[in-house]
């Protein structure tokens, strides 16, 4: 293992020490300034002051009292995590499809998926409410308010990403892995299953991030299609960058603790990706 | 059995899709949204008015140039993030979740986060020893690219990390029989097999600026300074400040068709959809 | 996909909503109402969040025990944000029931027609029309035959001033003009501190300025239908407005780039004289500030910039008239629980309690002059009975956003410390046309 390392080595030492060091500090300087305001005044953070002017520490007890924002962070893990689920799951079937059977139009429905890319949020704001409103009626059931129809719409932008991820990732196995597979007789889908799911996990892992991602920092539609019962972290976060009119501050201090809380579900989330990343990778060397 | 992805892909994204480009040949407004179907059909006016009469071609220069510094600017930064990260070193589990944070930040938040360090009083200018307006005139426009490149330049790692992690060890080891040094080994060996996943980043990094609205509006407001009226917050004030959702799906649907233009170029010489490129 | 097809299914979810729409069963307010909910939009508080949770748990009780409905309560964050939930709603026909506004956005809900317009016995159910404040009712609709907007809550706009920095300037009190305002201003510019706070780059301050400087002028920016946004009184009060920073020098530079919360920043500092353009709740973070204590609010300047006395045809208006009022939406299924709500919401006891509790005036009449003999809302209590109301047309969200524009895009010459009269007048001639061609469109 060891030596295998010192042959993969990119960067001499000291170079990757350099540009580590430039890359934390671009990260972190803003991101210490989020953390300095966290536990500063509101007052304080409107003045644009960079040190606070007390300790304010309380502001990470306040927020879960402002708002709703712990059941917010449940709401979001699990709408943000069945897109994630839900849309790598789909990508692969569809990759699957088309990476390895030649059809007419196959090309087509390639760039279309990028071309979707380009669709803005606020275009599809409405349609999307209409069409649920029309469909609650026609089944008799409620839609809107609903965290089935938040996820829904996250599938919309999430879809084609991941199908496009899971294409490129597709592409890199060689056909005659799933042909020897199915020579010896497996249907298909074990082969989906068997053959091609295990290898293809940094894709897989790559287009859920991006769809729990997605999920975890849409606002526009989680504001109109959630209730209160149903409003992702987000939608919370927002309301603490809200001034009451004509005066009022907003409360800056809140606001950025309560986004640095939002964040650590997603860090650690990755953490723990890691080691699929790298199980991907040893899969991917035994061949 | 792999019909369902696709009824689903197709029923998710074509339905809403299709409403919206129906909805732009309407005279729809707020004294017509609730019979909204009752609107007056009148063809091709709106697209007529948004060429025409609007801020709309502005709005798609700066939409566009601004987008396009950015995902030339991301890619450098993205790149050597995940060969730094790529060797292994003791906490290198975190610097690589930390250097993830800015992307997981919500828009809002980076927003007004950076509008308070671009203060004509604020960090920015004690920094960098400059003093004046940042968020207004023609600064603005670098402001908007400095937030976007620090909030987007992830996506190129991550995807570059992956990429990099998918790479078989051989290719390593043939290199370091060869005895190539580092920077030829990455130049020759190691980059060129990341161009799927990059030219993937690149495309996505784009068109995510150019449909980027919750940054621009938090760290400018609305109405924009000239400097920065990009598209997404000119349908956005079409749409809900003005009440021409006719007119603001249209020139919503013109620039995605100037943005496809491009981006079929740019697929085309990449050749990213086909795969085709390597053998 | 061709045009026939799309038209077809867009008919078939219309049948879809309009289904919703039809399908009331109208509950009278008596009867049996239990299991039904009234479902009510609200702006968030992030002042009193446990306060306004209370409140909503409070109000539904209540009218639980009167009417058996209970009243469930969702929040907006921000105007934007209401205005998406509002457009939705509208166009799907469903969504809650009851919405209170800010009193801008009451001819914007006009507009759509989704809202119910106030018969005889409407105000009736909500306890009379009479029980309001005569002044906030200005927005309700375009005349009292056609009102959709019930007042709930008055927010009207003063001036905050520092009483130990007017004292030691040897100013008793602050001016009734803004030609006087700016004098004294300059008085108060001295070390480090300025004579006014100003938010130049929010996003609603600006246009309230020039609102009220040009009705006090009597040209007002819009009349029957007609933009005078060229007119050279409007052209005067952009330059008085900008001039504060640019040529008097009275406002710090930094303004440039401040919203409303970094204008009340800087007054809390102790760094502003005067800060003109907030309402009641700035008293939150002010008393929480380094001028607790020491500072006092007044009614902004009535006579307008270049004059000594109110012209001719002027009104000396203090403030829009701002706050919340109540509409009620039409494909609501419950129409008389929702009006009885109001009834409930407006009643004198309701309306002193959310005072004490939120800081908002009263609308309710016999509420507000029990207030009115405190001496420390006297001029808050002033500024409501005599603020005047936008102009009541579909179009003024767009008047409001292009009055705004022209500062948005003077702010470069601003902060290089100049007024360019060429490029302010082609501002306002394209101001203008944007202003009348969304007039033209009102119906």
Redesign the interface.
């Known amino acids: 293992m060891r030596r295998s390392d010192e042959v993969a080595r990119l960067l001499p030492g000291p170079l990757r020490a350099l540009v580590l060091t430039v890359l934390l500090l671009i990260v972190l300087g803003p991101l210490a300034y989020m953390a300095l305001a966290s536990v500063s005044s509101d007052l304080a953070v409107a003045r644009g002051a960079l040190w606070p002017d007390g300790f304010h520490i309380d502001n990470y007890a306040k927020i879960w009292s402002t708002t709703n924002l712990g059941r917010g962070l449940v709401n979001s893990v699990l709408v943000a995590g069945a897109v994630a689920v839900v849309s790598a799951f789909v990508a692969l079937l569809s990759a699957y499809v088309l990476v390895r059977y030649a059809f007419r139009g196959r090309i087509a429905v390639l760039r279309a998926l990028l071309a979707l890319q380009s669709i803005p949020g606020t275009l599809l704001l409405l349609p999307v409410f209409v069409l649920f409103a029309s469909a609650a009626t026609a089944l008799g059931v409620t839609i809107i308010g609903t965290r089935w129809a938040v996820l829904v719409t996250y599938l919309t932008f999430a879809l084609p990403f991941s199908t496009w991820v899971m294409v490129t990732y597709l592409r890199e196995l060689p056909p005659e892995l799933d042909e020897a597979a199915r020579v010896d007789g497996a249907s298909p889908w074990r082969v989906l299953t068997r053959v091609i799911a295990p290898l293809s996990w940094p894709g897989l892992v790559v287009s859920g991030v991006f769809a729990f991602l997605l999920g975890w920092n849409d606002v526009l539609f989680a504001s109109v299609l959630t209730n209160p019962d149903t409003r992702t972290a987000a939608v919370e976060l927002q309301i603490f960058g809200a001034s009451q009119e004509g005066g009022a501050l907003p409360v800056y201090g809140q606001l950025m603790a309560a986004a640095l809380v939002c964040a650590v579900p997603v860090v650690g989330l990755y953490l723990v990706f890691q080691r699929y990343l790298v199980a991907g990778l040893t899969t991917g060397g035994v061949r | ?2 019909l ?3 009824v ?2 197709l029923l ?2 074509g ?9 732009s ?1 309407l005279d729809l ?3 017509s ?2 019979e ?2 009752g609107a007056e059909f009148i063809g091709l006016d709106n697209y007529v008015e948004a060429v025409r009469d609007s801020h709309l071609v502005h709005a798609i220069g700066i939409s566009i140039g601004y987008s396009a510094l950015v995902t030339v600017g991301c890619l450098p ?1 993205g790149l ?2 995940a ?7 003791k906490g290198r ?17 980076v927003g ?3 509008r ?8 920015a200018n ?1 920094v960098l020893g400059t003093s ?7 600064r603005s426009f670098w402001a908007l690219v400095i937030v976007q490149l ?1 909030a987007g330049w992830p996506l190129v790692y ?2 570059a ?3 990099l ?5 051989t290719v ?2 043939a290199a ?1 029989l060869d005895g190539a040094g ?1 920077w030829a ?2 130049r020759h060996v ?1 980059l060129p097999q990341l161009r ?2 990059v030219s ?1 980043a690149l ?2 990094s784009f ?2 600026n ?2 980027s ?2 940054l621009p509006f938090v760290l400018f ?6 400097d920065v009226e990009v ?2 917050v000119l ?3 079409e ?5 021409e ?1 006719g007119l ?2 249209a020139m ?2 013109v ?2 068709i100037l ?2 233009i491009p ?2 170029a740019y ?1 085309r010489a990449v050749r ?4 085709r490129s390597r053998s | 996909m061709n045009r026939r097809h799309i038209g077809a299914l867009a008919a078939a979810l219309l049948l879809g909503t309009t289904l919703t729409a039809c399908g009331s069963d109208d509950d009278p307010a008596s009867g049996d109402n239990s299991g039904v909910t009234l479902t009510m939009l609200m702006g968030v508080n992030n002042i009193y969040p446990e306060q306004q949770r209370a409140w909503f748990t409070e109000v539904s009780d209540k009218f639980k025990a009167e009417t058996g409905a209970s009243v469930r309560f969702e929040t907006f964050a921000s105007a934007n944000d209401e205005l998406t939930k509002i457009q939705t709603s509208v166009v799907a026909g469903q969504g809650p029931d009851v919405y209170a506004l800010g009193t801008t956005f009451t001819p914007t809900a006009y507009a759509t027609g989704a809202f119910v317009e106030l018969k005889k016995e409407d105000w009736d159910k909500v306890g009379g029309r009479e029980r309001f404040l005569p002044a906030t009712l200005g927005i309700s609709g375009p005349d009292q035959e056609h009102e959709v907007g019930i007042p709930f809550a008055s927010r009207p706009f003063v001036m905050a001033y520092n009483k130990d920095l007017l004292t030691a300037a040897g100013i008793d009190k602050p001016a009734d003009s803004w030609d006087g305002l700016r004098d004294q201003a300059k008085q108060l510019t001295k070390d480090g501190t300025y004579g006014l706070a100003i938010g130049y780059a929010d996003g609603f301050d600006p246009w309230k300025f020039i609102w009220a400087m040009t009705t006090q002028a009597g040209t007002p920016v819009v009349k029957d239908g007609k933009a005078a946004l060229d007119s050279p009184n409007t052209k005067t009060a952009y330059q008085a407005y900008l001039g504060w920073l640019a040529t008097d020098k009275v406002v710090d530079p930094a303004a440039v780039g401040w919203k409303n919360a970094q204008a009340i920043a800087a007054f809390g500092e102790g760094k502003a004289a005067y800060l003109p353009m907030v309402s009641a709740s700035s008293k939150v973070s002010l008393d929480k500030s380094k001028v607790a204590g020491k500072y006092a609010y007044a009614v902004m300047p009535t006579i307008p910039p270049g004059a000594t006395s109110l012209p001719s045809g002027g009104v000396a208006a203090t403030s829009i008239l701002s706050g919340d009022n109540v509409v009620v939406a039409k494909y609501s299924k419950h129409k008389d629980l929702a009006l009885a709500l109001v009834k409930q919401l407006t009643s004198e006891e309701s309306q002193t309690s959310y005072y004490k509790t939120f800081g908002e005036l009263p609308t309710n009449q016999a509420a507000a002059t029990a207030l009115g003999s405190d001496p420390a809302l006297a001029a808050i209590v002033e500024s409501a009975g005599r603020s005047a109301s936008t102009p009541f047309t579909g179009g003024w969200g767009q008047v409001q956003l292009a009055l705004t524009n022209v500062v948005v895009q003077s702010i470069p010459d601003l902060s290089a410390g100049k007024v360019d009269d060429g490029k302010l007048t082609g501002l306002l001639g394209q101001a203008q046309s944007t202003a009348q061609a969304a007039l033209d469109k009102a119906k």
């Open positions: 059995m792999f369902p992805g696709g689903l892909t998710v994204i339905v809403p899709l299709a409403l919206a480009l129906y909805i040949l407004d707020q004294y949204i609730r909204w179907v930064i050597a993030a060969v730094a990260t790529q060797d292994r070193f589990g975190l610097v690589r979740s930390v250097l993830l944070v800015p992307y997981v930040l919500p828009a809002f938040v007004s986060t950076w308070i360090i671009f203060q004509p009083d604020g960090v004690e004046g307006l940042w968020l207004n005139g023609p620090w991550l995807l990390a992956a990429g992690q998918s790479l078989d060890t390593h080891e370091a580092w080994k990455l190691i799927g996943p993937l495309v996505i068109l995510h150019v449909n609205f919750t407001g609305v109405p924009s300074p000239y598209l997404p349908t956005y004030v749409s809900f400040q003005n009440f959702f603001s799906v919503a649907v620039s995605l943005v496809a981006m079929a697929l990213l959809d086909t795969g």
